[in-house]
């Protein structure tokens, strides 16, 4: 386990992070565990998200699992019950669960009313789902920040997935609502938007031909991996952005300016 960063400010606190059992999310896990928090990790997989907040532990950091569908109420709700019992607070949230890997890219008419309502149902509602039950916990701690995770997919205009792009889209606009509902709380909402990341996850969402174009347009010539997105997420749930709320932060490597 690395050392955490001074400043970080988030050495003892119980942060929650959604998809975590793998890919990005796990990396969101296993660096907030390395700075000091102790990791809810709750994931649709839940042997998955056991064993990966088990190698935490072993690593020895804290860890925690609970398996949680985002986008069933009840599951949610499982998730608030676990971390309340365990825990009473809860300080940090990063809402990364999501449905993209899988997507078979097509153009938006051949699209499945049944397929649109799934993925609405894990990337928009999911956040929604998750964050009105952990609200509680969330309040009783003495400084919370949530952590939604869009993507710039949207600022790119990315044909294929539809339904991915809209459903991000609105993962701003709770992002910019939250914050505001929530200041009088105490609590902070912000975003990070990823650009293409690459990680151990096969994916059907980007060509060869694609990434090789969006390689030339960025601005830094080289994949982006999940070490390229955890620094943002520390930095927006520790103390060190305690004045930042509503605010979005474009992790793509130069790609899309904003």
Not at 228 to 241: E, I, K, N, W, Y
């Amino acid at each position: 386990m690395s050392a955490g960063v001074p400043g970080a400010g988030l050495t003892g606190k119980i942060v929650v992070v959604t998809g975590a059992a793998q890919g990005i999310g796990l990396a969101y896990a296993q660096r907030l565990a390395d700075e000091g928090a102790h990791m809810v990790l709750a994931d649709l997989d839940g042997d998955k998200c056991a064993a990966a907040a088990a190698k935490i532990t072993a690593d020895g950091g804290s860890a925690t699992s609970v398996q949680t569908d985002v986008a069933d109420e009840a599951s949610c709700q499982r998730l608030a019950d676990d971390v309340g019992n365990r825990h009473g607070r809860v300080d940090g949230l990063v809402n990364n669960a999501a449905i993209f890997s899988t997507i078979t890219m097509k153009p938006f008419w051949e699209i499945s009313v049944a397929e649109w309502d799934t993925l609405m149902a894990v990337n928009l509602r999911g956040p929604w789902l998750v964050t009105k039950a952990l609200l509680p916990a969330l309040r009783r701690s003495p400084g919370a920040s949530i952590v939604n995770v869009a993507s710039d997919a949207l600022w790119l205009g990315r044909p294929g997935y539809l339904h991915y792009v809209a459903s991000k889209a609105g993962v701003y606009g709770l992002t910019h609502s939250m914050a505001h509902e929530l200041g009088p709380d105490g609590i902070r909402v912000n975003t990070v938007s990823p650009g293409p990341v690459f990680t151990e996850i096969a994916r059907e969402t980007v060509t060869p031909q694609q990434k090789d174009a969006m390689l030339a347009a960025q601005a830094i010539k080289r994949p982006a991996g999940p070490q390229d997105m955890v620094g943002a997420v520390v930095f927006l749930l520790s103390d060190d952005s305690g004045w930042m709320t509503g605010q979005t932060l474009h992790l793509n490597g130069g790609l899309v300016h904003r």
